[in-house]
T-cell receptor, first 116, second 113 residues
Framework: GENVEQHPSTLSVQEGDSAVIKCTYS??????FPWYKQELGKRPQLIID?????GEKKDQRIAVTLNKTAKHFSLHITETQPEDSAVYFC???????????????FGTGTQLKVEL | SQTIHQWPATLVQPVGSPLSLECTVE??????LYWYRQAAGRGLQLLFY??????ISSEVPQNLSASRPQDRQFILSSKKLLLSDSGFYLC????????????FGEGSRLTVL
């Protein structure tokens, strides 16, 4: 099955700096890679995703890059703000047509703290 | 619009007691349904998923079971809880095959004493 590793487990940055979180996956058939943000006491919510037919995707201060050859993908947050403080999860899945059963396998999470 | 609800929100149970967590989805049909557990280390571990009524796939051997008696209802159960079953349980749904966002319920915090 799929195995997703995520680093670092904790990350502290100064407000305004950039933050980068990295993930690797094991299943070469995975083709969908979302990122979720979980604020304290709340449910995880999707912030950005990327499919295997593109290498990069941006949404305002957030960007995700994908290297299919190396089987790794990264989340980049620029101009960090205190409200970016949360736990971030990467995930990977493959579709039903590739025998994946539509499962989403998550990384272990990164606690991001943006300090004033 | 689609909504997902799970309950109870918090639960304190003695070791050896039974468990039933319920999840329902509204505003959609034939969703894919999931149960995740989030332990103290923050990771989201997939426990069960279902692509249709009565179809349950288990991801890890454990003391828990799941059932899907109706299209939009997903239940997580245990006959006898263990201390290690403590955690934050999240129900989630997703539409279609690899089409995108997974929507989570509010979560159920289970403490086994």
């Amino acid at each position: 099955g799929e195995n997703v590793e995520q680093h670092p487990s904790t990350l502290s940055v100064q407000e305004g700096d950039s933050a980068v979180i990295k993930c690797t996956y094991s299943d070469s058939a995975s083709n969908y890679f979302p990122w979720y943000k979980q604020e304290l006491g709340k449910r995880p919510q999707l912030i950005i995703d990327i499919r295997s037919n593109v290498g990069e995707k941006k949404d305002q201060r957030i960007a995700v890059t994908l290297n299919k050859t190396a089987k790794h993908f990264s989340l980049h947050i620029t101009e960090t703000q205190p409200e970016d403080s949360a736990v971030y999860f990467c995930a990977a899945s493959r579709g039903i047509l590739t025998g994946g059963g539509n499962k989403l396998t998550f990384g272990t999470g990164t606690q991001l703290k943006v300090e004033l | 619009s689609q909504t997902i609800h799970q309950w109870p929100a918090t639960l304190v149970q003695p070791v050896g007691s039974p468990l039933s967590l319920e999840c329902t989805v509204e505003g959609t049909s034939n969703p894919n349904l999931y149960w995740y557990r989030q332990a103290a280390g923050r990771g989201l571990q997939l426990l069960f998923y279902s692509v249709g009524i009565g179809q349950i796939s288990s991801e890890v051997p454990q003391n828990l079971s799941a059932s899907r008696p109706q299209d939009r209802q997903f239940i997580l159960s245990s006959k006898k809880l263990l201390l290690s079953d403590s955690g934050f349980y999240l129900c989630a749904w997703r539409q279609g095959a690899n089409t995108g966002e997974l929507f989570f319920g509010e979560g159920s915090r289970l403490t086994v004493l």
